[in-house]
């Protein structure tokens, strides 16, 4: 089966912090994808980067970079220099065919 | 382009009255589609996906059902709907299940 982790429920920091988002997934499948997603306080889901097993390249995207480790099954997702628009709650997610998620970081950044 | 539109964005029902909430995707063919449900919390639980028109996969028992009669046209239904049934819908559409997702921006339910 297939199931996500995201260890930490809530995360606050201070403007101009870097902060690192954990995801742990698990999978019996050799082909996969995985997922970022933003949900700010409005409720959409907004996509942030998709990544497929074969892949393990590190992406940087302006403040943004992840890291797909294969060995320990981890996509972390990095903020440098948080911002107050940065506040959501962010899901790390899977797919083999059906996408999974996780529980969800609520991440708050104050000014 | 493609797009995929659900409605009502909210909707408040009392206990035992039936649900229906529709979402279609424009744009693309034969796309997987799926219904998500966010409790109270966090949490994004996948409730149904269909890969094709009839063709409906339940991941959680419950008091709810979906329906696909057409290609582009998914509905998530209730006959009664209960108390816990509130939260936040949502419905997405893939290409294939193992590329790109994409979500439309919800139906807030709150039974009364």
């Known amino acids: 089966a297939q199931k996500v982790t995201q260890a930490q429920t809530e995360i606050s920091v201070v403007e101009k912090e870097d902060v690192t988002l954990d995801c742990v997934y698990e999978?019996?499948?050799?082909?996969?994808?995985l997922f970022w997603y933003k949900q700010p306080p409005s409720g959409e889901l907004v996509f942030l980067i998709r990544?497929?097993?074969?892949?393990?390249q590190n992406e940087i995207s302006g403040r943004y970079s992840w890291n797909f480790q294969k060995s320990t099954s981890s996509f972390n997702f990095t903020i440098t220099a948080s911002q107050v628009v940065d506040s959501a709650v962010y899901f790390c997610a899977l797919t083999g065919g059906k996408l999974i998620f996780g529980q969800g970081t609520e991440l708050s950044v104050k000014p | 382009s493609q797009t995929i539109h659900q409605w009502p964005a909210t909707l408040v029902q009392p206990v035992g009255s039936p649900l229906s909430l529709e979402c279609t995707v424009e744009g693309t063919s034969n796309p997987n589609l799926y219904w998500y449900r966010q409790a109270a919390g966090r949490g994004l639980q996948l409730l149904f996906y269909s890969v094709g028109i009839g063709q409906i996969s339940s991941e959680v028992p419950q008091n709810l059902s979906a329906s696909r009669p057409q290609d582009r046209q998914f509905i998530l239904s209730s006959k009664k709907l209960l108390l816990s049934d509130s939260g936040f819908y949502l419905c997405?559409?893939?290409?294939?299940?193992?590329?790109?997702?994409?979500f439309g921006s919800g139906t807030r339910l709150t039974v009364v």
């Open positions: 990544r497929n097993s074969f892949d393990e």
């Open positions: 997405a559409w893939s290409p294939t299940g193992v590329g790109g997702y994409t």
């Open positions: 999978t019996r499948d050799t082909t996969y994808y």
